[in-house]
């Protein structure tokens, strides 16, 4: 079992639409979790950070934890498709190691 | 801040041959890590530096790889003895903290051919 699973994709959504990525880790002891962006040929960005149960917001985008489920999601309202890039969760124990696992990316395509 | 800088953008060695790259992270971070990342891959883990101590090192960085952060200011990632499956993204990423882990602000990366 791989320690932070994503759908590969792609994911593709019309524009104006809601997208949704999903993702699941193993490690219960997991605290910290995040979401990055990263368009072909650059490096990861990051755009969201959560770190207790719920929903966080920031603008178009929504990340939401559950822990007891050990799934993250991001939501992008009204997606465009400058949106359109590989999303990438990864998730941190904070204790007893310092290493911020990442999941392989779900590519999200924006059709205009 | 000009962000996190990596030297160079790319680097083509014959397998065999040694190669270190530089990461010069964000002035003010004290943590600073390194991770390569293949293509259709998520980054993966090589090393972590708090201030000028390695603090975590990947099994899966054998004694080829070596990392140093003198003075808890830029770092270097040297590879010896380049094989072809060393070729991935070498990335660097740095962060600012005490406690609990957050994001980081990654560099360019140093694309890493090895033929």
């Known amino acids: 079992q791989k320690e932070v699973e994503q759908n590969s994709g792609p994911l593709s959504v019309p524009e104006g639409a809601i997208a949704s990525l999903n993702c699941t880790y193993s490690?219960?002891?997991?605290?910290?979790f995040f979401w990055y962006r990263q368009y072909s040929g650059k490096s990861p960005e990051l755009i969201m950070s959560?770190?207790?149960?719920g929903d966080k917001e920031d603008g178009r985008f929504t990340a939401q934890l559950n822990k007891a489920s050990q799934y993250v999601s991001l939501l992008i309202r009204d997606s465009q498709p400058s949106d359109s890039a590989t999303y990438l969760c990864?998730?941190?124990?904070?204790?007893?190691?310092?290493?911020?696992?990442f999941g392989a990316g779900t590519r999200l395509f924006v059709k205009a | 801040d000009t962000g996190v800088s990596q030297d160079p953008r790319h680097k083509i060695t014959k397998r065999g041959q040694n190669v270190t790259f530089r990461c010069d992270p964000i002035?003010?971070?004290?943590?600073l890590y390194w991770y390569r990342q293949t293509l259709g891959q998520g980054p993966e883990f090589l090393t972590y530096?708090?201030?000028?101590?390695?603090?975590?090192k990947s099994r899966l960085l054998s004694d080829r790889f070596s990392a140093e952060r003198p003075k808890g200011s830029f770092s270097t990632l040297e590879i010896q003895r380049t094989e072809q499956g060393d070729s991935a993204m070498y990335l660097c990423?740095?962060?600012?903290?005490?406690?609990?882990?957050?994001?980081?602000?990654f560099g360019s990366g140093t694309r890493l051919t090895v033929v």
């Open positions: 990423a740095s962060s600012y903290g005490t406690g609990e882990i957050d994001g980081y602000t």
């Open positions: 490690d219960r002891g997991s605290q910290s």
């Open positions: 959560i770190y207790s149960n």
């Open positions: 990864a998730v941190n124990r904070n204790t007893g190691g310092f290493k911020t696992i």
């Open positions: 002035s003010e971070h004290n943590r």
């Open positions: 530096f708090q201030n000028e101590a390695q603090l975590e």
